[in-house]
């Protein structure tokens, strides 16, 4: 692998290159802190990892979204802080408030690489956000 400007361009030769898949995952921070959100986002990105039995070193690039109320600290910045110094991320903000929305919600999707006979991946949604996905019981 090849990488370049901190890990934010990587190549990978084609002859080891598996598939690509995406798991989303969801998780609400207790409060507005830099301490909380970073607490929610390692949390979510522990178990995302311990639950399809992935490592860092398999993700190829997280995307997280934010509700308007989470302010003091950005995912990637937590995520960085807890290892994830080769991973290309982004955040971005929800697009709009909705009524019903979940305060203080972080959400991510992960691309990782899987080798294509893996198991399917596990979507992880933690505390009050289980109410995103009622379906995953």
């Known amino acids: 692998r090849e990488r370049r400007a901190q890990g934010l361009v990587r190549h990978v030769h084609s002859s080891s290159r598996m598939p690509m898949r995406a798991v989303r995952g969801a998780v609400t921070a207790e409060?507005?802190?830099?301490?909380?959100?970073?607490?929610?986002?390692?949390?979510?990105?522990?178990?995302?990892?311990?639950?399809?039995?992935?490592r860092v070193a398999d993700v190829t690039s997280a995307f997280f979204t934010v509700t308007a109320d989470i302010t003091r600290l950005r995912?990637?910045?937590?995520?960085?802080?807890?290892?994830?110094?080769?991973?290309?991320?982004?955040?971005?903000?929800?697009?709009?408030?909705?009524?019903?929305?979940l305060p203080h919600c972080i959400r991510v999707l992960l691309h990782l690489e899987r080798a294509a006979d893996a198991p399917p991946l596990v979507p992880v949604y933690l505390g009050a956000a289980r109410a995103l996905r009622p379906d995953l019981g």
Do not use: F, K, S
Not at 75 to 96: I, K, N, Q, S
């Open 31 to 54: 409060a507005d802190t830099p301490a909380a959100i970073a607490h929610a986002v390692t949390t979510l990105l522990d178990a995302l990892l311990e639950r399809n039995g992935a």
């Open 75 to 101: 995912p990637p910045t937590a995520a960085r802080a807890a290892g994830w110094h080769e991973v290309p991320m982004l955040a971005a903000l929800e697009a709009h408030h909705l009524d019903g929305d």
